[in-house]
């Protein structure tokens, strides 16, 4: 490959590149719609860097309050047909086995 073509097809990829990026797609979806090999755009992604976006972006840090959860106390979902048993934590085994009875 001449000197010329590497410097065509340099530019061109530097466009696709520009594209892709602009795209907001995937790799494989925009290489997909547009014919291109996933292996070729990601060759030229790692030539052509993308600008560095924090160094025009200032961080501006906001204080977060962080209020506590209550405690999800375990449970158990039995079905049974289409009866739906929510048994939590400490239940009674008794009345528990009484109600699956009762519904089967």
Same mark, same amino acid.
């Given at each position: 490959?001449?000197?010329?073509?590497?410097?065509?097809l340099?530019?061109?990829?530097?466009?696709?590149?520009?594209?892709?990026?602009?795209?907001?797609?995937?790799?494989?979806?925009?290489?997909?719609q547009?014919?291109?090999?996933?292996?070729?755009?990601h060759?030229?992604?790692?030539?052509?860097?993308?600008?560095? @976006? =924090?160094?025009?972006e200032? !961080?501006?840090? &906001?204080? %977060?309050? $962080? @209020? =506590?959860?209550?405690?999800? !106390?375990?449970? &158990?979902? %039995?079905? $049974?047909? =289409?009866?739906?048993?929510?048994?939590?934590?400490?239940?009674?085994?008794?009345?528990?086995?009484?109600?699956?009875?009762?519904?089967?």
């Open positions: 490959m001449s000197e010329t073509e590497r410097q065509e340099r530019q061109l990829w530097a466009g696709l590149v520009t594209e892709f990026r602009a795209s907001g797609q995937g790799q494989a979806q925009w290489c997909r547009n014919g291109y090999k996933v292996r070729h755009l060759y030229w992604l790692r030539k052509f860097p993308a600008p560095d @976006a =924090s160094a025009s200032t !961080t501006a840090w &906001l204080p %977060v309050t $962080v @209020a =506590s959860e209550p405690q999800a !106390t375990p449970s &158990l979902v %039995v079905r $049974v047909g =289409s009866a739906v048993i929510d048994v939590a934590r400490g239940f009674n085994s008794d009345l528990l086995r009484a109600v699956v009875r009762a519904l089967a």
